[in-house]
């Protein structure tokens, strides 16, 4: 401010806002105004410069100390607080002092444009520094709402010094305003708000940059005109410091005192409790079950693969094709291996326009040099639909290798929104086979896997040998659905939803196919001539819609199947026909790319024989195949070099003699100081969900660990949050006071497993329940269900990221932690340092925003809460959503997360596709507004036995069910019909 005379005391005059709201935008914040007149104002260091926005969002602000009210002390009698509120607080790092505020202001006022001009006419917020106690000089700083500033350095205190010194000195004094209404007019504004940064490089007249440790003098003061001032040239003037007794900023022995200080911790503010929570080593390592007979070990490690698809041999050579995918580089590559012992390679073909998904090499390749491509994409700059192509090349035979390009011919090629196929294989009479996916990325939308008038969804059968005019292949004279009207002839078989990798068993004298399930189930194939394999009605051996159209032919089951507990995305492999691991010789290999698991089966032509897991890898497998040179079991990890990526052998895995039994008892598990009590570790976080599952009725207390070595959690995202390898949620069951399970989630190798604990009775200790599950009989002659590891795994889902309520929207509330302590949940796990640091500011939060800010359900069953929808959403969320989203475990197009818009929610006014659950009339609908006896919904989510929702888990529903979806469903709006779902 500048020097004033014959102003009236602004105390006076005034007309006094009642009820004034403000936000207390400080996690750590003083509670007494003012806040640091006594002791010295803590300016903290950051360790990441702040962005400027106007917002304070930077992890850092949420740390730096606040001034929660400004205050006028030189009024004599009455209230010295301000009527209008002001926050401010400071931060500072090696290159700025950083200030925000954050001001109440019902009539925003600025006019004035021209730097250093008499801004303190206008609503202004301005700062006095005086940095030295062995000097005169000192500083005022300005900014107004329009964003123009002012900034003076004083040498001395002197009269007529504005005029002297206001252009004597250029600042880098920087900000960002954010105006909360509207300036100059009369409509209605709340407030302003603006973040500035002052290089320390505008203090060196007084020496530049502090040290931690050293002491300033300081002040903050606004002013705020409004129209409600009987005077409207008056402004109502406040400051930071209650020393501030002479309204005159320039008496400098009035300041406060600012000290500056290093990177606060704000662990060190929590209860001596919660100051203990962090990384925590248990037992939960390993598994109960005996160790596999196999494990994959580096093969070939010297050969530069990045991201690798497939790999084939060259017949009758040592030389090796493959297709990989270098990070930064579109497209993919078709490369040659011409040296095993150097690693020397050679680049055929690139391709950025699209994606080779497999090689095959015709059977007389040693004398046509004929080979086979299949490639997904646009194919070209004009065509905006992508295709599959499956492509014919010709190369030398020799070490240069040559691909002709110009050779190249499309065999056949078919449209795609997704699944692609693209397998091939040939069979003894030379007839070529491809597969192709139903064209869909998800729940075959377009009905493709039971349409024979489409090439979609198939194994087809080519000639290639005998084109017919026009095209490159002709169709076998024994092809099985030559005379069957609308069906494509190229059809062998049909119901397939995204084949991937095909192989010829050559003693079977058939087809392997390896098909990536849906929701639930992932299948392979030993494909019959006219196969129909089910898709969409069917989801290998489990129902998907059976209300849609069939194609003419009874569904095959799978010949071996895997629910997504152990396997989400399916690789098809190859018959091994190698020496080293003869006890696998003739048998069929396949794996999952998601899970890193691998399988080995045995058929005699009629029935299946053998098939067991013979090895858990972390490999994002691709590609199965035999080393003709060694005669490993060669298979392919879809990573980078830097993740490990390229090939790999199975070697058999003899026992560890360091290996550590897995914790058949709960004591053992390393997550209890005291079981009996059960007083868990110290290192443990307990936490609450906003909407917690229904379990019977039973009380249910939560905890999570991650371990010493990577104790911190990413933040953010709309799924349960990807914790490090080590990490184990466990959550305690208790019914009338009784102890009955203790379910653990433990994290290996970057796969979720689930186990289940069945306390005694004498509730001193818990066992290890068997795979299949348990049970345990209750005191009232009920029997309490204990759910199997798949059990788990299936509400588990991996479109949900496995862990439920451990996600931003369910942990962000207010928790009483004791004694009187109640902080925000997600507040307090980024105090204990919890969530990911990146590079050196490892005590600088990751936490995007505040709680305020970042996404919370609602509890479904606060009655005082008129926003139903909100709190059914809420439920349905947290309820619901792990399944019933994209690529879920639900089976459905509706997509129950609470952010979801009315087209990906699908529920209101859809028609259900599994049956009307006894609702008689053609107006039945998942949700039909207004009318819950005709709502599908309604009934799943309140009834026992078959139908009911969820499917596994609670055998009772909650009563508080009910009600909220009644009140939902009746005062549901009407919506256009959404896609079908349920």
Not at 85 to 114: I, N, V
Not at 341 to 355: A, D, H, I, R
Not at 752 to 770: F, H, I, K, M
Not at 917 to 945: A, H, N, W, Y
Request: with cysteine.
């Amino acid at each position: 401010m500048r020097f004033q005379k014959n102003r009236e005391d602004e105390s006076t005059g005034l007309v006094r806002r009642i009820n004034r709201v403000g936000s207390f935008f400080g996690l750590i914040g003083l509670l007494a105004a003012p806040a640091f007149s006594a002791e010295p104002y803590p300016c903290r260091q950051t360790e990441t410069p702040i962005r400027l926005d106007g917002k304070a969002d930077d992890p850092a602000w949420r740390h730096a100390a606040e001034i929660p009210n400004f205050v006028m002390p030189w009024v004599k009698e009455g209230d010295t607080e301000a009527t209008t509120s002001t926050k401010a607080k400071l931060l500072w790092d090696a290159k700025y002092l950083y200030y925000f505020a954050e001001m109440e202001d019902g009539d925003l006022r600025a006019t004035r444009k021209e730097r250093d001009g008499e801004l303190w006419l206008d609503d202004v917020f301005e700062l006095f520094f005086k940095p030295s106690p062995d000097q005169t000089g000192y500083y005022e700083l300005q900014a107004t709402p329009l964003g123009t500033l002012l900034d003076i350095y004083y040498p001395d205190r002197e009269p007529g010094q504005y005029d002297t010194y206001k252009n004597k000195d250029r600042f880098g004094h920087a900000v960002k305003v954010v105006v909360n209404g509207t300036l100059n007019d009369d409509k209605a504004d709340t407030g302003w708000q603006v973040e500035g940064r002052i290089p320390w490089t505008d203090f060196k007249p007084t020496g530049g940059a502090p040290k931690i440790g050293d002491e300033w003098k300081f002040t903050l003061c606004r002013y705020d005109y409004d129209s409600r001032f009987e005077n409207k040239q008056q402004a109502e003037l406040s400051v930071s410091e209650d020393t501030m007794v002479i309204r005159d900023f320039h008496k400098h022995e009035n300041y406060g005192t600012l000290k500056f200080e290093g990177v606060f911790d704000p662990k060190t503010a929590l209860p001596a409790d919660l100051q203990k929570i962090g990384g925590l080593d248990t037992n939960l390592v390993g598994s109960p079950d005996p160790p596999l007979p196999y494990r994959a070990q580096r093969a070939l490690e010297h050969i530069p693969i990045s991201r690798l698809i497939d790999f084939q041999f060259e017949p009758d050579t040592k030389r090796m094709l493959f297709i990989d995918q270098p990070p930064g580089t579109k497209g993919s590559r078709l490369v040659r291996l011409l040296d095993r012992k150097t690693g020397e390679t050679e680049v055929l073909m690139q391709s950025p326009e699209n994606t080779f998904y497999s090689i095959e090499f015709h059977p007389k390749f040693a004398e046509n040099g004929r080979f086979y491509l299949s490639a997904f994409g646009q194919m070209s700059s004009a065509r905006e639909q992508r295709r599959v192509q499956i492509r014919e090349y010709r190369m030398t035979r020799d070490k240069a290798a040559t691909v002709y390009p110009e050779t190249m011919k499309v065999i056949i090629e078919w449209d795609t929104w997704g699944h692609t196929g693209g397998a091939m294989a040939f069979d003894d009479d030379g007839y070529f086979y491809v597969t192709s996916g139903d064209g869909t990325g998800d729940s075959d939308t377009r009905l493709t896997g039971q349409n024979l008038s489409v090439l979609h969804a198939k194994v087809l059968r080519l000639d290639i040998e005998n084109p017919d005019e026009g095209r490159n292949y002709s169709v076998p004279p024994d092809n099985p659905f030559l005379d069957l009207e609308n069906a494509r002839p190229e059809t062998f078989a049909y119901g397939m939803r995204n084949p991937w990798r095909m192989v010829w068993d050559k003693k079977l004298k058939r087809l392997w196919v390896g098909n990536n399930g849906q929701d639930l189930l992932e299948q392979v194939y030993l494909i019959e001539r006219g196969g129909n394999y089910g898709w969409s009605v069917m989801e290998g051996s489990g129902v998907f819609y059976a209300e849609r159209p069939r194609g003419p032919h009874p569904f095959l089951p799978p010949t071996f199947e895997h629910d997504h507990g152990v396997s989400r995305s399916l690789t098809g492999g190859m018959v091994y026909e190698g020496d080293v691991l003869p006890e696998l010789k003739g048998a069929y290999i396949y794996g999952d790319h998601s899970t890193g698991k691998i399988w080995a089966g045995r058929h005699d032509g009629e029935k299946v024989t053998w098939n067991e897991e013979i090895a858990d890898t972390t490999l994002g497998i691709s590609q199965f195949n035999n080393d003709p040179v060694t005669g490993d079991l060669l298979v392919s990890h879809h990573g980078n070099p830097n993740d490990g990526g390229g090939l790999y052998r199975l070697v058999p895995n003899p026992p560890d003699p360091d290996a550590k039994p897995f914790p058949k008892k709960l004591s053992q598990t390393g997550l209890f100081k005291n079981v009996a009590d059960h007083e868990v570790r110290d290192e443990a976080l307990p936490y609450k969900v906003i909407v917690p599952q229904w379990a019977d009725g039973a009380e249910i207390d939560r905890f999570v660990t991650v371990p010493t070595d990577n104790p911190t959690i990413p933040f953010g995202g709309n799924r349960g949050w990807n914790f490090p390898d080590g990490s184990v949620a466990f959550q305690t069951l208790s019914l009338g006071g009784k102890r009955l399970e203790t379910r653990v989630m433990t994290k290996q190798d970057k796969e979720w497993v689930g186990y289940s604990y069945a306390w005694n009775d004498a509730q001193t200790d818990a066992e290890l329940v068997p795979t299949e599950g348990g049970e345990i009989a209750l005191n009232d002659g009920k029997t309490w269900k204990i759910p199997s590891r798949i059990d788990c795994m299936n509400c588990h889902s991996r479109a949900a990221n496995f862990i439920l309520g451990l996600e931003t929207a369910q942990m962000n509330l207010d928790v009483d932690y004791g004694d009187g302590f109640v902080k925000n949940q997600l507040a307090v796990m980024d105090d204990l340092g919890l969530f990911l640091r990146h590079g050196a500011a490892k005590r600088t939060s990751t936490m995007r925003g505040t709680p305020e800010t970042n996404s919370r359900l609602v509890d479904p069953f606060d009655e005082t809460n008129p926003d139903i929808d909100a709190r059914a959403r809420s439920f349905l969320h947290a309820r619901c959503s792990g399944c019933h989203r994209e690529a879920g475990g639900g089976n459905a197009m509706m997509h129950l997360q609470h952010f979801q818009g009315p087209e990906k929610f699908g529920v209101i006014n859809a028609e259900p596709n599994h049956g009307n659950q006894g609702l008689e009339g053609d107006d039945v609908r998942i949700v039909k507004p207004g009318d819950p006896s005709k709502s599908v919904m309604f009934i799943r989510c309140s009834k026992t036995g078959p139908g009911k929702m969820p499917p596994v888990g609670p055998e009772s529903p909650d009563p508080k069910v009910v009600p909220l979806l009644l009140e939902w469903i009746l005062q549901a709006k009407e919506e256009p019909p959404a896609e079908s779902g349920d």
